[in-house]
């Protein structure tokens, strides 16, 4: 029971007005825009924090849990349109930092594998719901239908825009359809979750390429705005003698030749030389094609491929090895074709700025090892001169370039990143064309408050196994190239799964107002989570900083729960004697200004 | 058939569930057929977080003493456990726990100063317990399941008698209880491999009997409602204040009366005074309040008035060390006191005894008419032992007082010189039995009379009333003669006497010959026992719990040769192993 | 209980660990040394193990130095306590009973366990290794009384296993794998010479062939079949496959670590104040152009005493100069001893 008594009507005027939110006085749902709020929200839920998207994970995780898989993946699909897709090859930075996943919590909750279900599982019947603006009469053309154009271009049909998309190959996706293989990200629902965009009205000229078809210049006179989302094509090269041999094949390359249906030459031992997903996905593919002994061979040490660590065990299981600490210094061939590779040994040292590791070729370490091809899988890099030739510098973060009126996303701002923050910069290129054409702000970013009332879990769920995936065997994969590896979630794995989301989103807070510095929350903590505190520095963005701790009682000043160790376990609510801690559902989500 | 002998020690801070895990454990075990014998220790403090330990011994034959050393030492708190962890054996098992919600300092965790040798077994107690129950509350049940699926202890057994422990609580208190045992007993089944010998699998016990579990103080008091105490008077002192607190709750529906005065002086006071009325009357002290009681115990066998006082000694001298235990009040409790002053000292060995010997006291004080001290310790009070249901006193026992007759009052001398000393006593109101009483030396009639020849009579009288005693007196314990000399035999008194028997018992394995002997009648003394006992020995051991040897001194004037002293001041029971040790270098 | 002094930290009670111990206390006289070990037993031979198995020796035979001799030098040792994590910018450990331990210097001397073959994970239930005392005493009854063995892979402890086996009358079956054979890279020639020496004892023996499956049965023993088609059931299965540095602790808190702890020549790793030596420890070997691990006894002892010289300010090198290297996928493997496979007692 809350003590509404504790504060009278005048007192509960001046906190509403004077924008003073304590525990007690939130009986309403409130919408924020304090710095303190964000800065509460990010600490507190890290994964939606990390998610280049800001995609709302307790919600919908609590969504599945729920079995409303259709709520949860439109909550997925607000913040990044190709959840299908995402849940099955993204590159999953909110489950580095769940919370579930720190050392003495156990695994991280398996966030992607719960994406994926809830676009494999959501009912016949579910209806994708659009708000649309009203029709601005301005045209946008869009370069690239890879996930950061093709999030531009939903964003931007939304906002009213009439849009038009040239892809310079055959079909849209980009990196999706035509550098990750069909094993891991099947062709038909790319197809699916891209055409639930162009439903929206946009047209799709594919065959098309900006630079050599049509030309940037023209692009930008007939349209009001463009988007340049090419992405990164260019690959990087070796750049060591004995590159140009015939079998020597590109990440990118590769991937594209593999996907289209192709067998590219690889022979029995293949050397890979990369330490990201495209070298995993070449390795890989090189196995479907008959290849014997396939090896991975990265310059650092396992610690410091880009991969997961079920990308590693699949590569693993389909018995690829993985040789660190070498780089290749020459390819040997003959009669034009490979025959071998010549690596150099390498160290691991230090540098200063910015302070970072980075791998050093050992003198004189030069030893042979024999192979039929190499597919370099180094990254690719934006060939910024193949789009125009006006293109100098480029404002990486506002998405505008030098030129007025043309706008830049995806990798072709950042360099080779991954699909979800091409999305997420996708869509905020829209954001900033919407404000640059329209000249205001459509939407804000807030914090939503809303009184809420248990964990809405019980603490035994805190020691349920995380849910493995379900894959095929080996067998399978060798009999058809294309056939999906992991096959997804059933209804009750994901339910099961959904049981372990601490659901972060929950803010526990103790009213120092009310509290009589019993200590009973203390005693029940099961980890450091509730503390006392002398007090809470103020960041210079406005947010709070970490708590500064006391022994000393005569110090302290209030009994405080850290919102970045709590674990929502709702014992300090079940033993406050004055029932002074209240537990709010916080949520950061976009509504019209 | 395979035995078992084993002490568990369970080692927590106050609050958590410490010593009703032990008890559980003992109840648990008792019901199964073991002996069981259990010596807790509490922190001084009255609130707070001072180290309690739930000390255990269980044993498929019977147990004499608690066990110096545990063989398995069960964490509840790391800071408490490391100050517990020089008794564990060297072999020793440690369960602690491996998951605390915070990790500890350095040198400040148990499992990190465990010695070679001993056994260390992490369980997450801390966890399991939030799994079960949602709060740490449950640690204590983690780890007796852990215990017992360790130990293949039966785990449907176990949980029944949980349940039968909590059956009067909500049900969300005994599952919490039960599923906390599970949760334990089921990691540790799956988690742990089993690296120590000790099994409670396949051990053969004999057929149940209905045991009591009790500790000495709950005996007495429970012997004196058997024999017809009527009165109570007392004052609260370490360690004897339950005796008075459990009369408080029952005299009463006995018909009997409890009055709690103001100190010791006037409760022995009103206790006489009750005796003088014809009523039972006891007391229940320790060392301190005892010495209060010092003149009073002049009048009690001057004026031949019967009174009970029960001193369970704890260290001293003062006040000394409330909760440790100590046999040193022998002096002062068979000597003490001015005048030549002869009174009937009991020293119950065993926890059982505590209840033959409250209710011999009160026979023996009703029917010689005279002050009879009951000599328990810290650790017979409180110490906690399965035993078999006593058997109520008889009517001889509950009856006892010589009544005159006829002829008597006719001209009715209430000190009467008789045979055995005896005088036929009216109680007060008895037509024909008017007397006078008094402290001071008196005639027949009870009048003043300090002539030589009175006092001379007098005392006489009082002196073979006292002897008279040693034929009821009960016989001696003596263990393991046969026949032939022994090499060492060891003489001892109260709770060492337990103590002495496992020592003898183990030296004769070792091929030492032995035997013990110990009385429960201390004063007067069978002399001639111990005499006969004393010529078949070699060489004479006398350990007991105080500093000079106050009853090696006594034995020493009765047996006129010298004795080996063997003195402990620790403040804990008096151990075997130590008597053992000694008997080896004699 | 902080002392002013320095505080040593030894992770391992080998070869390794105790000699960079008795280096440090020789140098040092006032700093606090404390080796752990997560064994239950004081620092043993690990090679006189067959013997202990056989019942030849007793445990007290096992040992090189007694309890007493570490109290002597004020060595604190601290048995069947593991550490979990290393935190080197707190300089601190975390032990796996949750105590958190500062030192102001660190040596990591683990060593290494034994190699379970990728492809053989699915049957990691059925596999018996034998790489230490504790993995000793869990099997040793058993092994006295099962009757006949199968042993897959064959490195020097298998071969010493295998003539154990033999002398105390057990069946023996033993598949040599060339591929995944440690540490040789099995050539024809070395395959023959194995076949003959072996075949002097009473064992059966496979090559060039594989293990397709392996099942166990309901009364306890297993049942082995090859790709070949031979087919054997035994009480027990044996994998001696090589060692693999026990470093997975070590993983993720900020020490470089690759197949083992990369160190320098002088035996430092990436940080400052941590040392690794003996067989978890990975040096980059001019002479061999390749990364190497070391293995054997005398290897363990001279490491772990240059680290020790090294941790006090030395720049002793660790000699490079072995006898023999052996190929395990891409990494050599130092040995100092080659000779006959029979007397692979000679470390």
């Known amino acids: 029971m809350k003590r509404n008594h504790l504060y009278s009507k005048e007192e509960k005027l001046f906190q509403d007005k004077n924008k003073i939110y304590s525990a007690q006085s939130v009986k309403q749902i409130v919408y924020s825009t304090d710095a303190r709020d964000f800065g509460q929200v990010a600490t507190s839920i890290p994964c939606q924090e990390a998610c280049p998207a800001k995609t709302n994970i307790p919600g919908y995780i609590r969504c599945i849990h729920e079995k409303r898989y259709g709520r949860a993946y439109e909550l997925n699909r607000s913040a990044n349109i190709l959840p299908g897709v995402l849940g099955r090859i993204c590159s999953r930075p909110c489950e580095f930092v769940c919370r579930h996943g720190e050392p003495d919590n156990g695994l991280s909750v398996a966030i992607c594998h719960l994406k994926r279900t809830c676009a494999d599982l959501k009912p016949v019947s579910h209806r994708i719901i659009e708000g649309l603006y009203a029709p601005t009469g301005k045209k946008v053309a869009v370069i690239g239908a890879g996930p950061a154009g093709l999030a531009a271009a939903h964003d931007l049909a939304v906002l009213g825009y009439r849009v038009v998309i040239f892809e310079s190959m055959e079909n849209p996706g980009g990196m999706l359809m035509y550098g990750i293989p069909e094993f ?410 | 058939m395979k035995d078992i002998d084993i002490v568990i020690e369970i080692c927590g801070s106050a609050g958590e569930g410490t010593i009703s895990a032990g008890e559980i454990l003992s109840r648990f075990m008792s019901g199964q057929g073991f002996e069981i014998m259990s010596f807790d220790s509490y922190p001084a403090e009255i609130r707070g977080f001072g180290k309690c330990v739930a000390h255990t011994r269980i044993s498929s034959n019977p147990i004499y003493s608690p066990g110096k050393l545990a063989d398995v030492l069960i964490s509840l708190n790391d800071n408490h456990a490391i100050s517990q962890l020089p008794t564990l054996k060297e072999s020793g098992i440690l369960i602690y726990d491996s998951q605390p919600a915070r990790p500890h300092e350095e040198d400040k965790s148990v499992a990190g100063r465990t010695k070679p040798g001993m056994i260390s077994y992490g369980i997450p107690l801390n966890m399991l317990a939030h799994k079960a129950a949602g709060n740490a509350r449950g640690m204590n049940m983690v780890a007796l399941g852990a215990l017992s699926a360790l130990f293949h202890v039966d785990k ?359 035997a013990s002997f110990s009385s429960m009648m201390v004063s007067p003394f069978p002399e001639k026992a111990l005499i006969k006992f004393a010529d078949n020995c070699r060489k004479i051991l006398i350990p007991e719990l105080n500093f000079s040897g106050q009853f090696a001194d006594f034995a020493t004037c009765i047996l006129k040769r010298p004795v080996e002293k063997l003195n402990f001041i620790t403040g804990r029971p008096m151990a075997s192993e130590d008597i053992l040790q000694k008997m080896r270098e004699m | 209980m902080m002392s002013f002094n320095d505080h040593y930290v030894i992770i391992g009670n080998g070869p390794a660990g105790n000699h960079a111990a008795k280096t440090l206390r020789k140098k040092d006289k006032g700093a606090r040394i404390t ?122 402890v298998g071969f010493k296993f295998l003539k154990m086996l033999n002398s105390m009358g057990k069946k023996v079956t033993i598949l040599i794998y060339p591929n995944a054979f440690w540490p040789y890279n099995l050539t024809e020639d070395m395959l023959d010479q194995i076949f003959t020496s072996l075949s002097q004892f009473d064992v059966s023996i496979i090559i060039k062939d594989d293990i397709s499956t392996i099942d166990k049965k309901d009364n306890g023993s297993y049942r082995i079949k090859t790709l070949k088609g031979v087919e054997k059931t035994v009480d027990m299965v044996f994998s001696f496959n090589g060692l693999v540095p026990d470093i997975d602790f070590v993983k993720g808190s900020g020490i470089d670590t690759d197949y083992g702890i990369l160190v320098n020549e002088y035996l430092k790793t990436n940080i400052d104040g941590i040392y690794a030596c003996g067989s978890c420890a990975q040096i980059y070997n001019p002479d061999m152009k390749s990364y190497s691990a070391s293995i054997g006894w005398p290897n363990a002892v001279v490491q772990g005493e240059v680290a020790a010289y090294n941790l006090l300010g030395d720049h002793k090198v660790i000699e490079s100069v072995g006898r023999k290297y052996f190929d395990l996928e891409g990494v050599k493997i130092k040995t100092t001893w080659w000779g006959d496979i029979n007397d692979a007692s000679q470390e």
């Not at chain 3, 031979?45 to 019942?55: C, H, M, Q, R, S």
């Open chain 2, 156 to 514: 449907d057994r176990f949980t029944d008698s949980i349940k039968a422990r909590y059956g009067k609580k909500k049900q969300v208190v005994i599952d919490a209880n039960v599923n906390s045992f599970l949760e334990g007993y089921d990691w540790a089944k799956e988690n742990i491999k089993k690296s120590d010998p000790y099994s409670f699998e396949g051990v053969n016990l004999p057929e149940q009997k209905e045991k009591l579990i009790v500790n000495g103080n709950q005996l007495v008091a429970q012997a004196a409602l058997d024999a017809n105490l009527m009165f109570y008077a007392g004052y609260p002192i370490t360690p004897a204040t339950k005796i008075m607190e459990i009369l408080s709750k029952e005299l009463p529906k006995h018909g009997g009366t409890l009055l709690q005065t103001e100190d010791e002086i006037a409760a022995i006071g009103a206790v006489i005074g009750a005796g003088f009325g014809g009523k039972r009357a006891m007391t229940a002290t320790s060392g301190p309040g005892f010495a209060l009681m010092t003149e009073f115990t002049g009048l009690s066998v001057m004026a031949e008035v019967p009174a009970v006082i029960i001193d369970s000694q704890r260290a001293g001298p003062s006040t000394g060390m409330p909760t440790k235990t100590e046999q040193s009040d022998f002096n002062s409790a068979v000597m003490g006191g001015t005048g030549d002053c002869p009174r009937i000292v009991l020293a119950p060995a065993d926890t059982k005894s505590c209840y033959e010997a409250t209710v011999l006291a009160l026979y023996f004080a009703e029917k010689y008419q005279t002050l009879v001290v009951v000599l328990l310790d810290f650790f017979l009070s409180n110490s906690i032992k399965n035993i078999d249901v006593p058997k109520k006193p008889a009517k001889k026992y509950r009856i006892a007082n010589i009544a005159p007759k006829k002829e008597d009052l006719k001209d009715y001398k209430r000190y009467k010189i008789t045979k055995s000393g005896i005088s036929p006593r009216a109680v007060p109101g008895t037509p024909g039995g008017i007397f006078f009483s008094t402290g001071l030396e008196h005639n027949e009639y009870g009048r003043p009379d300090y002539s030589q020849a009175g006092h001379l009579k007098m005392t006489q009288k009082r002196y073979d009333k006292f002897n008279a005693v040693l034929v009821e007196a009960p016989a001696p314990e003596i263990s393991a003669m046969g026949r032939g000399k022994v090499d060492i035999g060891v003489i001892s008194w109260g709770s060492s006497a337990g103590a002495a028997r496992e020592a003898v018992m183990a030296a004769q394995k070792e091929g030492i010959k032995a």
């Open chain 3, 35 to 156: 080796i752990i070990s997560d064994e239950m037993i004081p620092y043993y031979y690990k090679p006189k193990l067959t013997g202990f198995i056989a019942d030849e020796i007793a445990q007290k035979d096992l040992l090189v130095t007694s309890l007493e001799s570490y109290k002597e030098k004020d060595i604190r040792v601290r048995l069947g306590q593991a550490v979990e994590q290393i935190d080197p910018d707190s300089k601190s450990l975390v032990l796996k009973h949750m105590e958190t331990i500062k030192y102001s210097k660190l040596i990591i001397a683990t060593g290494s366990r034994e190699r379970l073959l990728p492809f053989m994970s699915g049957y990691a239930d059925h596999l018996k290794f034998i790489t230490s005392y504790t993995d000793v005493m869990d099997y040793k009854e058993k092994i006295q009384n099962a009757k006949e063995f199968f042993i897959f892979g064959g490195d020097l």
């Open chain 1, 184 to 593: 891991r990200l099947p062709r038909d629902l790319i197809l699916l979750e891209i055409n639930n965009i162009l439903r929206m009205g946009i047209q799709l000229e594919t065959n098309t390429a900006v630079g050599s078809d049509i030309s940037l210049d023209q692009l930008g006179k007939e349209y009001d705005a463009v988007v340049v989302a090419t992405g990164c094509v260019s690959p990087r090269k070796l750049d060591i003698p004995g590159q140009e041999l015939e079998n020597v094949h590109h990440g990118l390359e590769f991937m594209k030749a593999v996907n289209e249906g192709l067998t590219p030459f690889v022979g029995d031992k293949v050397v890979v030389i990369g330490a990201g997903f495209t070298a995993v996905d070449c390795a890989r593919s090189a196995v479907r094609l008959g290849a014997a002994d396939v090896s991975i061979n990265i310059r650092k040490t396992g610690e410091y491929m880009r991969i997961d660590d079920s990308e590693k065990h699949e590569a693993q299981f389909e018995g690829i090895k993985t040789y660190s600490l070498i780089q290749p210094s020459k390819i040997i061939g003959k009669n034009n074709k490979v025959t071998g590779i010549e690596f150099k040994r390498t160290g691991m040292e230090k540098i200063d700025t910015p302070p970072y590791r980075i791998s050093v070729p050992i003198e004189n370490s030069e030893f042979i090892v024999p192979t039929d091809s190499v597919i370099a899988a180094l990254g690719q890099t934006p060939d910024v001169k193949k789009v125009s030739t006006r293109f100098s510098g480029l404002d990486k973060k506002g998405h505008q370039t030098g030129i007025p009126g043309i706008f830049a996303a995806g990798d072709f701002v950042t360099g080779s990143s991954d699909v979800i923050s091409a999305i997420a910069g996708g869509r905020k290129c829209a954001r900033v064309i919407d404000a640059y054409l329209i000249g205001e702000k459509r939407k804000q970013t807030v914090v939503r408050l809303e009184n809420h009332v248990t964990t809405d879990r019980p603490r035994s769920h805190d020691f349920i196994d995380r849910v493995g995936m379900n894959t095929i065997d080996m067998k399978e994969r060798l009999f058809k190239s294309t056939n999906e590896v992991e096959t997804g979630y059933t209804d009750d794995q994901a339910h099961e799964e959904s049981k372990r989301c601490y659901l972060c989103n929950l803010k526990y807070e103790i009213d120092p107002l009310a509290c009589i510095y019993c200590s009973a929350c203390i005693d029940v903590a099961p980890k450091d989570c509730i503390k006392m505190i002398a007090d809470v520095p103020v960041n210079p963005d406005g947010t709070y900083g970490e708590y500064r701790e006391t022994d000393d009682w005569n110090a302290v000043v209030s009994i405080a729960i850290d919102h970045a160790n709590c674990i929502r376990c709702g014992q300090c609510l079940s033993v406050c004697p004055m029932d002074c801690i209240s537990v709010t559902k916080t949520e950061l989500i976009e509504i019209d200004t």
